[in-house]
């Protein structure tokens, strides 16, 4: 952390000269390993639990929401981040490295773990009595994942990002749905939460490719 933070003051980026294509698909593989990881948890929460509809819909709903995470960013905001960091100069693509592949990227990944842990505990209790680190786990997870996409949009240029800011406020009013009803009723309110940005994410409106 000190040597990122070092690097941020002196800005030594300069003199480093990237491939965007590259960059941009490298990084972009970082998030679906992180993404995989989420699902393995499911599967370990389910291991040993007693397979039924409740379970099988819980499942599907933590493999639905991996995949909506997934489309906010690879839906097309991940081409609009290469068409964006070949325009910039070099210096303004080390920046662009640092700040939204760098630290807005580390922000979302930190998301997504969080995401991982709240499935893993929240989806024994499905509809209660809820684990109350799970339910927390999962809608700060979302929450922090949106305000790195946030950032991540805002340093690369590629479009607005106030959607993502005020879903992340709406992610963190579902703990009070998972505490009453279960993660899965939880689960559900953030899967539709992220379908107007994965929607957004394909929209053409401008962009090439």
């Known amino acids: 952390m000190a040597v990122l933070l070092v690097?941020?003051?002196t800005r030594p980026e300069r003199d480093f000269r990237?491939?965007?294509?590259?960059?941009v698909e490298r990084n972009?593989?970082?998030?679906?390993?992180?993404?995989?990881?989420?699902?393995v948890a499911v599967g370990l929460a389910t291991a040993g639990l007693p397979v039924d509809a409740t379970l099988a819909v819980a499942a599907v709903l933590a493999l639905f929401l991996a995949a909506s995470v997934w489309w906010t960013y690879f839906g097309r905001d991940d081409r609009r981040a290469e068409h964006e960091f070949g325009r910039a100069t070099p210096a303004e693509r080390g920046r662009m490295a640092l700040l939204g592949f760098g630290y807005a990227h580390f922000v979302m990944i930190f998301g997504i773990v969080l995401i991982a842990a709240g499935l893993e505990v929240g989806i024994a209790y499905p509809t209660g009595p809820p684990e109350t680190v799970g339910i927390w786990n999962l809608a700060a997870g979302l929450a922090?994942?949106?305000?790195?996409?946030?950032?991540y949009r805002r340093v690369l240029r590629i479009g607005p990002s106030r959607r993502h800011l005020l879903t992340a406020g709406l992610a963190l009013l579902t703990v009070p749905l998972g505490l009453r009803f279960g993660t899965l009723a939880q689960m559900a309110a953030c899967v539709l939460l992220l379908q107007p940005l994965g929607l957004g994410g394909r929209e053409r409106s401008g962009w090439p490719g």
Request: aromatic share 6%; proline share 3%.
């Open 7 to 9: 690097a941020s003051v």
């Open 144 to 151: 922090v994942y949106l305000v790195g996409d946030a950032a």
């Open 18 to 23: 990237l491939s965007p294509s590259h960059f």
């Open 28 to 39: 972009g593989l970082l998030l679906i390993v992180a993404l995989g990881e989420s699902i």
